[in-house]
């Protein structure tokens, strides 16, 4: 049985920084990707950021040079390191896995987490 478990959102003011990490289990690469996702208020679910089994990574534009995925795969943890957080980035954060590498095209996606809030005060 699949499980990706989020941690590590809160609320911190802008320009602060937040770690969320995704701790999974019981599933295996077929689109060879993970990454992450998240939904503002009142919008769609957007691509974050995602990374291959060899380490390469894709940014959306608005958190390119603020945030970095990493993985651990002996662990089975992924990580976003979010830096200069803004009050655009107040958002529930998903874990997703099993994605299409760089097109967060969301019906691919395989497994998702169950979500991690974000907030970012002014």
């Known amino acids: 049985q699949v499980q990706l478990v989020e941690s590590g959102g809160g609320s911190v003011q802008s320009g602060g920084t937040l770690r969320l990490s995704c701790a999974g289990s019981?599933?295996?690469?077929?689109?060879?990707?993970v990454g992450w996702f998240r939904q503002a208020p009142g919008k769609e679910r957007e691509g974050v950021a995602d990374i291959t089994s060899d380490g390469s990574t894709t940014y959306a534009d608005s958190v390119k040079g603020r945030f970095t995925i990493s993985q651990d795969n002996a662990k089975n943890t992924l990580y976003l390191q979010m830096n200069s957080l803004n009050p655009e980035d107040t958002a529930i954060y998903y874990c997703?896995?099993?994605?299409?590498?760089?097109?967060?095209?969301?019906?691919?996606?395989?497994?998702w987490g169950q979500g991690t809030q974000v907030t970012v005060s002014s």
């Open positions: 997703a896995a099993d994605t299409i590498c760089g097109s967060y095209y969301i019906p691919a996606v395989g497994y």
């Open positions: 019981g599933y295996t690469y077929t689109h060879n990707c």
